[in-house]
C-alpha cells in the first residue's frame, strides 16, 4: 500500500533562513507526488507537483521540490522563508484509481518563523 | 466563484443526529472527492465520484457514511447517527484532469 512519512511533525526556522521539508514515500511504481500547504482555518492549496520529467520542480512561493527516486523522497525547499509562510504542509503521493488520483498523505509538518 | 465551496463551515450536532455536508465543485470538474482531516488519523480519503459515479469507495468508516452526487455537480456527505469520533474537518476536493486536487475550506464538524 502506498504510504508518505514526514518525519518532522514541527520545524521551527528564522525569517530570512533556508527551509527543507522531508518527504518520504512508498510506492510500487512512478509515483505522482505532491505538496500542499494549509494555513490555519483554510484548505488545502497546491504548493507543485511532480509526474515525470525533471527532477527539480518549481512552485508557487518560491518552493521548490526534487525528486529521488533512490532515496524515495520528495523534499520541499525555499531559500528564504517569510512570516507568511508559516502553515501545515502536506506532501502527498497519487494513487491511481480508474482514471483519476487518490491521494495519501503524510502527517504533516507544522512551520514556525521565529522574526 | 471560482473555487470549491462547502457548506456549512462548521457544524455541531448532538450524538445520534444525521448531518448533511455539502460540496460544491468548481465547474466542468468531473471528479470530486472527500478527505477527512482529524487529529488522531491526519488526512484520509473517503470516497471519489467520476461524474455522479462512485467507483471508489474504499475510504468511508462505516456504513453510517454515504455520499451522492447529482447533476455532476454538487455533492452531499451524509453522516447517519453521528458519533464523538466523527468529529472532524471534512474536506472536498474536485479536478479536471483527474490528476491535480483543488481544494474547498472544508466543513468542521463537532459532535458532541
Known amino acids: 500500500a502506498q504510504s508518505v512519512t514526514q518525519p518532522d511533525i514541527h520545524i521551527t526556522v528564522s525569517e530570512g533562513a533556508s527551509l527543507e521539508l522531508r518527504c518520504n514515500y512508498s510506492?510500487?511504481?512512478?509515483?505522482?507526488l505532491f505538496w500542499y500547504v494549509q494555513s490555519p482555518g483554510q484548505g488545502l492549496q497546491l504548493l507543485l507537483k511532480y509526474f515525470s520529467g525533471d527532477t527539480l520542480v518549481q512552485g508557487i512561493k518560491g518552493f521548490e521540490a526534487e525528486f529521488k527516486r533512490s532515496q524515495s523522497s520528495f523534499n520541499l525547499r525555499k531559500p528564504s522563508v517569510h512570516w507568511s509562510d508559516a502553515a501545515e504542509y502536506f506532501c502527498?503521493?497519487?494513487?491511481?484509481?480508474?482514471?483519476?488520483?487518490?491521494?495519501?498523505f503524510g502527517q504533516g509538518t507544522r512551520l514556525t518563523i521565529n522574526p | 466563484g471560482a473555487g470549491v465551496s462547502q457548506s456549512p463551515s462548521n457544524k455541531v450536532t448532538e450524538k445520534g443526529k444525521d448531518v448533511e455536508l455539502r460540496c460544491d465543485p468548481i465547474?466542468?470538474?468531473?471528479?470530486l472527492y472527500w478527505y477527512r482531516q482529524s487529529l488522531g488519523q491526519g488526512l484520509e480519503f473517503l470516497i471519489y465520484?467520476?461524474?455522479?459515479?462512485?467507483?471508489?469507495k474504499s475510504g468511508l468508516p462505516s456504513d453510517r457514511f454515504s455520499a451522492e452526487r447529482t447533476g455532476g455537480s454538487v455533492s452531499t456527505l451524509t453522516i447517519q447517527r453521528t458519533q464523538q469520533e466523527d468529529s472532524a474537518v471534512y474536506l472536498c476536493?474536485?479536478?479536471?484532469?483527474?490528476?491535480?486536487?483543488?481544494f474547498g475550506p472544508g466543513t468542521r464538524l463537532t459532535v458532541l
Open positions: 502527498a503521493v497519487g494513487s491511481l484509481i480508474q482514471g483519476a488520483q487518490k491521494l495519501v
Open positions: 510506492y510500487g511504481a512512478t509515483p505522482y
Open positions: 465520484f467520476q461524474g455522479n459515479s462512485a467507483p471508489d
Open positions: 465547474s466542468g470538474h468531473t471528479a
Open positions: 476536493a474536485s479536478s479536471f484532469t483527474g490528476v491535480e486536487q483543488f
